[in-house]
């Protein structure tokens, strides 16, 4: 059973629309991680959230946001997405103890930019 | 600075051989290292980790083992199947944050 579920899978939108991809999970977990992935590449940190507390990346682009309203739920919102911005976006989440590992991936929103 | 470095970035094994990945980490405070597998399109999966209290770890066919003193880790896949074809990352923990090797594909030919 997915635990961490992210919605939609694949999200198409277009050059400087605004689009935002939600993340789920099940596990009550504190922190909540979003991460961009392009092709052939590592998973890139863009910010995360421990609990309320907002974390964000020192290169992560002002074009990138986030939003935690409840334990369970963590949007991205991409308010002008260039061609750049397509990729697979995935979130993770973890406990806090241990060093706040280890996490757990979702199975990632391919976002395609028109 | 945060620094993560895999090798080989891609390798070719066939059917029942073993395979080693490698990994060095620049942060002598760095106590976690994740080996996740993520497969063509789907999510990393974490298939084995350790802490830097141990110096090696083992599950089934596959083993982590952690040189705190060269900073470097690898992971080791036994009798490799078809299956195990995929991407492996390796990852350290740095401060809070997990930075991420490049990435390995491993492709297993039967």
């Known amino acids: 059973d997915a635990m961490v579920i992210q919605n939609p899978r694949y999200q198409v939108t277009q050059f400087g629309k605004p689009v935002t991809l939600s993340c789920s999970q099940t596990l009550n977990h504190n922190v909540m991680y979003w991460y961009q992935q392009k092709s052939s590449q590592a998973p890139k940190l863009l910010f995360h959230y421990y609990d309320k507390d907002f974390n964000n990346e020192a290169d992560t682009p002002d074009n990138f946001q986030s939003r935690r309203p409840n334990t369970s739920f963590c949007f991205l919102d991409i308010r002008s997405p260039g061609l750049g911005d397509a990729a697979m976006y995935l979130c993770?989440?973890?406990?806090?103890?241990?060093?706040?590992?280890?996490?757990?991936f979702g199975d990632g929103t391919r976002l395609s930019i028109l | 600075g945060e620094n993560v470095e895999q090798h080989p970035s891609t390798l070719s094994v066939q059917e029942g051989d073993s395979a080693v990945i490698k990994c060095t980490y620049s942060d002598s405070a760095s106590n976690y290292f994740p080996w996740y597998k993520q497969e063509l399109g789907k999510r990393p999966q974490l298939i084995i980790d350790i802490r830097s209290n141990v110096g090696e770890k083992k599950d089934q066919r596959i083993a982590v083992t952690l040189n705190k003193t060269a900073k470097h880790f690898s992971l080791h896949i036994t009798e490799t199947q078809p299956e195990d074809s995929a991407v492996y990352f390796c990852a350290a923990l740095y401060g809070n944050k997990l930075v991420f090797g490049a990435g390995t594909i491993l492709r297993v030919k039967s």
């Open positions: 993770a989440t973890s406990t806090a103890g241990q060093g706040k590992v280890p996490q757990h």
